[in-house]
T-cell receptor, first 111, second 110 residues
Framework: DGGITQSPKYLFRKEGQNVTLSCEQN?????MYWYRQDPGQGLRLIYY???????QKGDIAEGYSVSREKKESFPLTVTSAQKNPTAFYLC??????????FGQGTRLTVV | GQNIDQPTEMTATEGAIVQINCTYQ??????LFWYQQHAGEAPTFLSY????GLEEKGRFSSFLSRSKGYSYLLLKELQMKDSASYLC???????????FGRGTSLIVHP
C-alpha cells in the first residue's frame, strides 16, 4: 500500500543536540513538506520541496535544515540553534495543487 | 501573506448539524482544503473546493465563496467520533503550498 512514513514516533533530545526526523513516501509525489504543530495551534510550514535536490524555506525555517537527495525521502534536522524545539512535527507529500497526505507525526521533546 | 480565521472551539450535540466557518485573505487563490485531526494524530483530508458552491461527500459538505473569501464545513448527523480539530487550509500562488488556519476544536456531547 502507498503511504508516507515518519520515524520515530517519539523522540527525546538533549539541550544542544542535533536530531534528524525521517520522512519517506512511496506515493511518487513530487512535493514534500514539513510542518510544526504546537498545542492548540495550526500547522506552520518549516520547509518544502517540489523537486529533487531543491527545497525552500517556509515561515519558520530558522534552526532547521533539510535535504532532498531522493524523491522518496525528505529528512528534517532540528539543530541546536532551534531554541524551542518541543512540538509535534508532521511531514506531508502531494501532487502539486492537490491535497496533501500526512505521515503519522513525530513528537519531539527536549529533556 | 495569508490570513486564515476559524473559530477556536465549538460544541454540538450528537445527531445534530454543525457548521464550521473559515474566512481567508489571499492573493492568487488556487483552492481550499478541509482536514480532520484527532488528538495526537495526523490530519486526514476531508474536502477540496476550487470553484464556488457546495461539495457534498456523505455526512460532510463544504462550501466556498471566492468573492467573499469564505468557506464552511457542514457536518450532519453528528457522531461522538466527530469530536476532533478541523483545519482549514488555503492553497495560493504558483507554488500551491497549503497554508493552514489554527483549527477549530469540535466537541460532540451526548
Amino acid at each position: 500500500d502507498g503511504g508516507i512514513t515518519q520515524s520515530p514516533k517519539y523522540l527525546f533530545r538533549k539541550e544542544g543536540q542535533n536530531v534528524t526526523l525521517s520522512c519517506e513516501q512511496n506515493l511518487n509525489h513530487d512535493a514534500m513538506y514539513w510542518y510544526r504543530q504546537d498545542p492548540g495551534q495550526g500547522l506552520r510550514l518549516i520547509y518544502y520541496s517540489q523537486i529533487v535536490n531543491d527545497f525552500q524555506k517556509g515561515d519558520i525555517a530558522e534552526g532547521y535544515s533539510v535535504s532532498r537527495e531522493k524523491k522518496e525521502s525528505f529528512p528534517l534536522t532540528v539543530t541546536s540553534a532551534q531554541k524551542n524545539p518541543t512540538a509535534f512535527y508532521l511531514c506531508a507529500s502531494s501532487i502539486k495543487g492537490e491535497y496533501a497526505f500526512f505521515g503519522q507525526g513525530t513528537r519531539l521533546t527536549v529533556v | 501573506g495569508q490570513n486564515i480565521d476559524q473559530p477556536t472551539e465549538m460544541t454540538a450535540t450528537e445527531g445534530a448539524i454543525v457548521q464550521i466557518n473559515c474566512t481567508y485573505q489571499t492573493s492568487g487563490f488556487n483552492g481550499l482544503f478541509w482536514y480532520q485531526q484527532h488528538a495526537g494524530e495526523a490530519p486526514t483530508f476531508l474536502s477540496y473546493n476550487v470553484l464556488d458552491g457546495l461539495e457534498e461527500k456523505g455526512r460532510f459538505s463544504s462550501f466556498l465563496s471566492r468573492s467573499k473569501g469564505y468557506s464552511y464545513l457542514l457536518l450532519k448527523e453528528l457522531q461522538m467520533k466527530d469530536s476532533a480539530s478541523y483545519l482549514c487550509a488555503v492553497s495560493s500562488g504558483g507554488s500551491y503550498i497549503p497554508t493552514f488556519g489554527r483549527g477549530t476544536s469540535l466537541i460532540v456531547h451526548p
